[in-house]
């Protein structure tokens, strides 16, 4: 089954312009600060569990929150490589953009 298309045919640079800026503010660059914040959550998340896993008393417990601290770093690692993918997208967007204001002129 064929997927609905989400906007109306572009008939027009102006109007591709319109559409590649909500792309580059409601999209890429909400998705970036979305992922900023994420990041910083496991960062927060990641000290939590080493000062915790260090403060345990048990080995069980001071494993099982070093493995969730590890988890929260290799989240981090993850997070940092979809944020540097979206940043290359953005600046694809800003070159598209130029290029769709150069028509205008």
Not at 23 to 39: F, H, P, Q, S
């Given at each position: 089954m064929p997927k609905e298309r989400l906007i109306a045919e572009v008939k027009d640079?102006?109007?591709?312009?319109?559409?590649?800026?909500?792309?580059?503010?409601?999209?890429?660059?909400?998705?970036?600060?979305?992922?900023?914040?994420?990041?910083?959550?496991?960062?927060?998340?990641?000290?939590?569990?080493?000062?915790?896993?260090?403060?345990?008393?048990?080995?069980a417990a001071r494993a099982a929150y070093k493995e969730l601290g590890d988890g929260s770093r290799r989240n981090i690692e993850q997070l940092v490589a979809l944020q540097s993918s979206l940043e290359r997208l953005d600046r694809a967007r800003v070159q598209r953009l130029r290029l769709l204001e150069s028509l205008g002129e």
């Open positions: 640079a102006e109007a591709a312009k319109k559409v590649e800026e909500a792309v580059k503010t409601g999209y890429l660059e909400a998705t970036i600060d979305t992922l900023t914040n994420w990041r910083g959550v496991e960062e927060d998340l990641a000290h939590s569990y080493e000062e915790l896993a260090a403060k345990s008393a048990g080995a």
